[in-house]
């Protein structure tokens, strides 16, 4: 009797198990990017929860700087508020401190075990930045910085200054200076009106400006440079 049997042959067995091979690499690297975007995902939502927990502390009188442990993220000169800030009085970065914060260590970190970053000033009226690591595809990360701190750059306003009284001229201008700030020429903000438009400074000012741009963000990177949001220079 003729065999009818028919078997494979060592060529289709090799496109067979090469296709296997490419569809089990797509589905594998398919995988790992759904996971970098559960990681992200929790990074993001992290970062709001501490933000949130951070407004929430500070309407119960807790201090900024209460917020950092460590200062493994402090940069070696930060210009706010027109001049230059002191570490541990008025400016300080690390890492979050989350006994101070109310909230579990654990339950709020970086999925890789890194604590997140943070970096405050009690000038500005308090202001604060918090970063993260982010995946990017092909193994490669950015920084996430979310926070109210938005740097300032020297901007002259419209007003009239009489001796230490500064009247500004048009609402637009508004929130633009804070108490604390430092002018060009040395006056220093002692006081802002309810309404924003009347400032009061501690001697004649000679422009209604600040002295310096203010530093483009609060906190060093591993590299020692600024963290900015989608930034190269990581938190950790």
């Not at 890789?112 to 000033?121: E, K, M, Q």
């Not at 020297?154 to 007003?159: A, D, P, Y």
């Not at 500004?168 to 220093?188: E, F």
């Amino acid at each position: 009797m003729r065999n009818t049997k028919q078997a494979f042959t060592l060529v289709e067995l090799i496109v067979v198990i090469t296709i296997l091979a490419i569809l089990g690499t797509i589905a594998f690297i398919s995988l790992q990017g759904y996971s970098s975007d559960a990681r992200n995902t929790k990074r993001t939502n992290d970062l709001s929860s501490i933000q949130s927990s951070i407004s929430v502390k500070q309407t119960e009188g807790a201090s900024l700087l209460s917020f950092i442990t460590g200062t493994g993220s402090r940069l070696s000169s930060v210009s706010v508020a027109g001049t230059g800030v002191t570490a541990g009085s008025n400016y300080e970065a690390g890492d979050v401190n989350y006994t101070a914060l109310g909230i579990k260590t654990a339950d709020f970190q970086d999925p890789n075990g890194d604590n997140y970053v943070i970096g405050v000033t009690t000038k500005v009226n308090g202001k604060f930045e918090l970063a993260a690591s982010i995946e990017q595809w092909g193994g490669s990360e950015v920084a996430k910085v979310i926070g109210n701190w938005s740097p300032r750059d020297v901007e002259t306003l419209l007003g009239t200054i009489s001796t230490t009284t500064i009247t500004l001229s048009g609402s637009t201008d508004i929130n633009k200076l804070w108490a604390g700030d430092t002018l060009s020429g040395g006056a220093v903000v002692t006081k802002v009106s309810a309404d924003g438009m009347t400032i009061t400074t501690s001697t004649t000012a000679s422009a209604i400006e600040l002295a310096a741009n203010e530093s483009s963000g609060l906190m060093a990177g591993t590299t020692s440079t600024v963290i900015t949001d989608g930034g190269v220079s990581l938190p950790y």
